[in-house]
């Protein structure tokens, strides 16, 4: 268990499936007026849900880094990021080097707002259907704990560099390869975790943070909420989460979800 010190912060996920662009523009617009902190897509090339008429998972979509530097532009103040990037599709120092330029975009002539969400990647269809070797989950866990370093170096190097460290975060729970990564690298730690669960990885993750020497205050515990029950939210806040994460799934999503937990937000950070 970690004592919450940050602020409660709120993340919203669209996901870029079977709506028009025009309709994501929308939300993100929306999200922004509302006072959602961060907004996240996910980066995959087909829909992961079956649209809501039934039938399998199939229809419109759209690809995430172009989406996210369009987000930059159109966006003033929200934080923003993949939910999260899949290491295995482009090359670590052009990840890196993509995530310079949309940070630059977002700026604006101040600091940007471009968060590094990864992780290793797990939908077998973006791999088959784009020619990507999809491995095993070890062998992309191992690809990943190497990129990591590649991408921060790249961003020393860079020229103009980022306008800021970009926040790095990293999405999981595996015991013995993901959370050694996230006490390694990650400012943010992304889960799907009941209150129980996040106790023991909270666990887990302290004796890496202790084998690298790392304190685990300097990781955010971000944790994404599912069934909207605010007494869950509370018992994860109570536990250390302070970022909370919830999903427009379909382009017709209800925004009371959202709205619901920015009211929490704001009551939570009123003390």
């Not at 010190?5 to 929306?30: H, K």
């Not at 990129?147 to 190097?157: E, F, G, V």
Request: a negative charge; hydrophobic letters at 35%; aromatic letters at 10%.
């Amino acid at each position: 268990m970690t004592t919450p010190t940050r602020p409660v912060r709120v993340g919203v996920q669209i996901a870029p499936q079977y709506g028009t662009y025009e309709s994501i523009r929308e939300r993100v617009l929306r999200l922004e007026d509302l006072g959602a902190d961060i907004i996240f897509n996910w980066d995959h090339f087909f829909p992961l849900t079956p649209p809501q008429g039934g039938g399998p998972a199939d229809g419109p979509h759209f690809e995430a880094w172009t989406m996210l530097a369009a987000i930059a532009e159109q966006t003033e103040r929200v934080e923003f990021g993949p939910l999260v990037n899949c290491n295995s599709y482009r090359n670590p120092d052009l990840q890196a080097d993509m995530a310079r330029t949309i940070d630059h975009i977002s700026a604006k002539g101040g600091v940007g707002r471009f968060i590094f969400g990864t992780g290793c990647g797990w939908f077998d269809r973006d791999y088959t259907e784009y020619s990507y070797e999809f491995g095993t989950f070890g062998t992309r866990l191992d690809a990943l704990a190497v990129d990591l370093p590649r991408i921060r170096d790249r961003w020393t190097k860079l020229d103009p560099a980022p306008t800021r460290d970009i926040p790095i975060l990293i999405g999981g729970g595996g015991e013995k390869k993901t959370l050694r990564i996230v006490a390694e690298h990650a400012d943010i730690w992304h889960s799907f975790p009941t209150p129980e669960v996040l106790v023991h990885k909270l666990e887990v993750l302290q004796g890496h943070c202790d084998a690298v020497g790392r304190d685990i205050g300097e990781i955010e515990i971000s944790a994404e909420n599912r069934d909207g029950n605010l007494e869950t939210v509370q018992q994860l806040h109570d536990l250390g989460a302070t970022l909370i994460t919830v999903g427009l799934t379909y382009p017709d999503s209800s925004f009371e979800p959202v709205e619901k937990m920015l009211a929490w937000r704001d009551s939570v950070n009123a003390g």
